[in-house]
């Protein structure tokens, strides 16, 4: 039935997530705020189309980074549809987040995976540890951050990519506004830090890559 109707599973509200919930829509899970989605299984198009685009096979992946955890969709989509097992380290800065995650979305996960409930920009600018991918997916409702946005954040994040890595840095481009905001940013910012840098346009998104 959840194929021609959404169904309310659980709501787990937050002080950063006022309008948080768990629904059922055509078979999968999906996690949802007021004005966005968080995270859909394997039709979180964005990273599904992107995994698709950049051809995962070419790069030597064993661990893993995702900044903003959602419901789990990028580990999941990663075993599920293309057949990937990797270390994940997963940070997430709302308790109630990693609650709903680890009850609905996780407990289908096979590979290895370690939660930090963390602030991300913290986390990247403290940590020394690199990674194969990492997958950049920090929103607050539809907006992501303006400390995301800084370049003593990209430098910082840059060190911890391997240099055969690749980073997937994910940006709204549904709207005109969103759309203007995220050239800005890829041209003034992004490219100043990674000058080989490239975007992909899914589905409403851009996704930032390194190379």
């Known amino acids: 039935m ?38 859909f299984e394997d039709l979180y198009d964005n990273f599904f189309d992107a995994f698709k685009e950049v051809n995962l096979d070419q790069y030597p992946i064993e661990d893993v980074l995702i900044l903003g955890l959602g419901l789990g969709s990028i580990p999941l989509m990663l075993e599920k549809n293309f057949e990937k097992k990797y270390n994940y380290t997963a940070v997430e800065i709302d308790e109630s987040v990693i609650y709903l995650a680890s009850k609905y979305a996780l407990p289908q996960l096979e590979s290895n995976i370690q939660m ?9 600018m403290q940590t020394e540890q690199k990674f194969d991918l990492i997958c950049m997916d920090v929103f607050l409702d539809d907006v992501v951050p ?7 954040f990209l430098k910082k994040l840059k060190t911890l990519v391997n240099d055969d890595g690749i980073l997937l ?35 409403g998104n851009w996704m930032l890559l390194n190379k």
């Open 2 to 39: 959840s194929y021609f109707f959404e169904f309310h599973i659980e709501s787990a509200p937050s002080e950063i997530n006022p309008h948080l919930y768990v629904s059922l829509s055509r078979g999968r899970y999906q996690l949802s705020t007021a004005n966005a989605i968080y995270s």
């Open 146 to 152: 303006e400390e995301f946005e800084e370049n003593d």
């Open 116 to 124: 930090i409930c963390a602030d991300a920009f913290a986390f990247v």
């Open 169 to 203: 840095f994910n940006r709204l481009a549904s709207h005109p506004k969103d759309v203007e905001r995220t050239k800005v940013f890829y041209h003034k910012n992004f490219k100043a830090v990674f000058p080989e840098g490239s975007y992909l346009e899914v589905k």
